[in-house]
């Protein structure tokens, strides 16, 4: 009975997957000779999509080889959910930066400084002085000084107090609210807390780690599960695994259609039964339904 419920599971995946795939590809097109800060959206839908190219993957039938020349069949449920994790926290940044807050320019910091802190990191790990290295070093040295000059431009950062600025601009701390910026100490918010703040439900959310907890850290549970799992306890795992796939992709569509009228424009185009198809998955891990 659960194998025709994966069945219907994927199947609804797959629409959902190629359905981003579309919403993200025609925002991208739309976006690629715009400068503004929003025009990177669509390259972190590149990245949420090459995710779920991978779980397309990973929740195909596998049959391995071992050394002993036995065949077996295999699923990497700690594989699955890693990658799911990954994608709800994709989904996350996405929504804490281009989600609109009440004061735009909130948006513009938390993005610059999100880029801020990556070009810090990989100016910090390219220690190979080779000289294409080296030029590109300079490169994004230049370029975070325009990024560090940018944001204290920015009227919504100038008017914070000094303390909160140093705490912002020293850590590149992107990951901030209206709410932390009053907490004492200043610190930045969890990738959970991320997650939670997108209005998924508090059940699905208490659900959704429990599984990702257990299997994409080596907790005792994850472990002796990997080899002691039964197949309809593997089949039941393989197929909440799907399902939380399914409603942050659902969740990343709703959200892209926000934000960007391409992605509105292609919701409004499709028929009955695929916007049922749709709304039905999304509805059922949101607090609330949300109209578009």
Same mark, same amino acid.
């Given at each position: 009975m659960l194998e025709n419920e994966i069945k219907q599971a994927l199947t609804r995946y797959d629409f959902l997957v190629e359905l981003l795939y579309h919403i993200n590809h025609k925002t991208d097109d739309a976006l690629k000779n715009d400068n503004r800060w929003f025009a990177f959206a669509p390259k972190i839908g590149i990245k949420f999509l090459n995710q779920a190219f991978t779980l397309k993957i990973l929740f195909a039938e596998k049959q391995l080889e071992l050394p002993d020349k036995t065949i077996q069949s295999f699923e990497d449920l700690s594989a699955i959910y890693s990658t799911v994790r990954m994608q709800f926290e994709t989904y996350a940044l996405f929504y804490h930066l281009f989600l609109p807050c009440n004061n735009m320019e909130e948006n513009i910091l938390r993005? &610059?400084?999100w880029e801020l802190d990556g070009l810090r990191n990989r100016i910090k790990l390219n220690t190979n002085k080779t000289p294409s290295l080296s030029a590109k070093t300079l490169e994004d040295q230049n370029y975070q000084q325009v990024v560090e000059q940018t944001i204290t431009n920015l009227p919504y950062f100038s008017n914070l107090d000094n303390k909160t600025r140093q705490? @912002?601009? +020293?850590?590149?701390?992107? &990951?901030f609210?209206?709410? $932390? @910026?009053?907490?004492?100490?200043l610190r930045q918010v969890s990738y959970d807390q991320? *997650?939670?703040?997108?209005g998924i439900s508090e059940q699905m959310f208490t659900d959704l780690y429990a599984y990702l907890s257990m299997h994409t850290h080596p907790s005792y549970v994850g472990v002796v599960q !990997?080899? !002691? !799992?039964?197949? +309809?306890?593997?089949?039941?795992? &393989?197929?909440?695994? *799907?399902?939380?796939? $399914?409603?942050v992709t659902a969740f990343m569509i709703e959200d892209l259609a926000k934000r960007f009228v391409q992605g509105k424009e292609h919701l409004d185009s499709l028929t009955p039964f695929d916007m049922s198809v749709y709304t039905s998955v999304r509805d059922g891990g949101r607090k609330t339904t949300t109209k578009i």
């Open positions: 993005f &610059r400084l705490f @912002l601009l +020293d850590k590149a701390a992107w &990951r609210t209206t709410a $932390s @910026l009053q907490e004492k100490p991320l *997650i939670k703040q997108t !990997s080899f !002691s !799992s039964t197949t +309809d306890e593997t089949t039941i795992g &393989r197929y909440v695994a *799907i399902m939380n796939a $399914s409603f």
